[in-house]
């Protein structure tokens, strides 16, 4: 069976400095914010060009902690995608916030910023957009839009570190750098992941940064004085250690991606059954996700025929984040969330990482144009 990523194999080509990695924390025993832990947010604060990084446990506790850092109220609203993964509309619900569902863009999945500003009350205090699969939202617009509304903006970038967004006048800005905080996931299959669950916050504002550190740290700056409620959440240093040389390989990772998405393009184009990943002119993309959309209401059949023949699959998200029990009453629609409902029944994700053959790389692409004829 082909896999959707495959951890092990790029563990090996990398293995003895892993291994090395590992051995040097256990051998120091600083096992809870250790040098590892330090070196890693100051390694990847100059990759990002970042101004802070604060490590944490994951990425759901990085949205978790950046929205306690703004100060929100109970019943505040923040605007997110309906088409997404659970973690962002969770996060703001789990602190009595008030997740307002608004459509997402057909071609690139990615947050609508019409439908964003359709969404906007008087409670809306912030936004969360969620660069989806591997790609940036529009976050110039984005930004100008939060601005003239004095809202926040936490990027979700989870699933896109590395990932490039051009501004008009030229400049560059890599995802989750641009709002007031972006929040990163180190979860073992992401582009940059490690060995078991970890996450990062990353802003440019220093007040911002020191009230997201204190919280991360039970409320505290100092040993036993608790300025605020907070939590623990911090990044395993052996987490981090194997961060720290998985960083040093991010580039090539990158690469090795958009190599295996330039195939998938080339071998697939024509076929009347799926429509490919868009690219947006305004971005690179890093493919954390090789994601199709199947036409003709046949993305189920196709997904069993591709397992039939060997070669896995798998549909992120079935479901439209307001459709989910979880949030029935306490969640706010604003639109048709039409593009969002579509995508749910039309997204299919094939095997993309950074060790795909070109051997099982062909032979998906055969599968997938013998199912199209």
Request: proline share 3%; with cysteine; hydrophobic share 40%.
């Given at each position: 069976?082909?896999e959707m990523?495959?951890i092990h ?8 400095e ?7 924390v ?24 970042v ?10 506790d ?14 505040d609203?923040?605007?997110?995608p ?5 973690a ?13 569902m ?25 936004i ?13 617009e ?5 601005h ?6 936490i990027?979700d ?9 051009e ?9 989750g ?12 299959s992401?582009n ?7 996450g990062a ?58 190599r ?11 076929l ?6 868009a690219?947006q ?10 994601t199709?959309?199947v ?9 069993e ?7 896995k ?16 009453g ?8 039409n ?17 795909l ?15 199209g004829?």
């Amino acid at each position: 069976m082909i896999e959707m990523v495959d951890i092990h194999s790029q563990y090996l080509r990398i293995k003895e400095e892993i291994d090395d990695a590992i051995a040097g924390v256990v051998e120091s025993c600083a096992f809870t914010n250790g040098p590892d832990v330090k070196s890693f947010a100051h390694e990847l604060q100059e990759y990002l060009g970042v101004a802070h990084v604060i490590p944490v446990a994951n990425g759901t506790d990085a949205l978790r902690i950046s929205l306690m850092a703004l100060g929100l109220k109970s019943g505040d609203e923040v605007i997110v995608p309906a088409f997404a993964d659970v973690a962002c509309a969770e996060a703001i619900a789990l602190l009595n916030l008030i997740p307002v569902m608004v459509d997402v863009n057909l071609n690139d999945f990615n947050i609508s910023v019409k439908e964003i500003e359709k969404a906007i009350t008087p409670q809306t205090k912030a936004i969360i957009p969620v660069h989806l699969f591997g790609q940036a939202a529009q976050m110039e617009e984005i930004m100008i839009l939060a601005h003239r509304h004095h809202l926040y903006v936490i990027e979700d970038n989870a699933q896109s570190i590395g990932a490039e967004c051009e501004f008009s006048d030229g400049t560059m800005h890599y995802a989750g750098t641009m709002g007031d905080f972006g929040v990163l996931s180190f979860f073992p299959s992401n582009n940059l992941g490690c060995f078991g669950d970890g996450g990062a916050i990353l802003t440019n504002d220093d007040r911002l940064a020191d009230r997201a550190m204190i919280i991360a740290n039970h409320g505290q700056r100092q040993m036993n004085h608790h300025l605020v409620i907070g939590c623990n959440s911090c990044l395993d240093s052996i987490q981090a250690a194997i961060l720290r040389v998985k960083l040093r390989y991010l580039d090539e990772f990158t690469a090795a991606r958009q190599r295996v998405a330039s195939i998938y393009d080339r071998g697939l184009q024509g076929l009347d059954t799926i429509i490919l990943p868009a690219i947006q002119p305004w971005n690179n993309h890093v493919y954390s996700h090789y994601t199709l959309r199947v036409k003709h209401g046949s993305r189920d059949d196709l997904k069993e025929y591709l397992r039939v023949q060997g070669a896995k699959s798998e549909i992120y998200y079935p479901f439209p984040l307001n459709k989910q029990p979880a949030f029935a009453g306490i969640c706010r629609v604003s639109g048709e969330l039409n593009n969002a409902e579509a995508l749910c029944e039309q997204v299919l994700s094939i095997p993309m990482h950074t060790e795909l053959d070109r051997e099982n790389q062909r032979y998906i692409i055969t599968q997938l144009r013998s199912y199209g004829r």
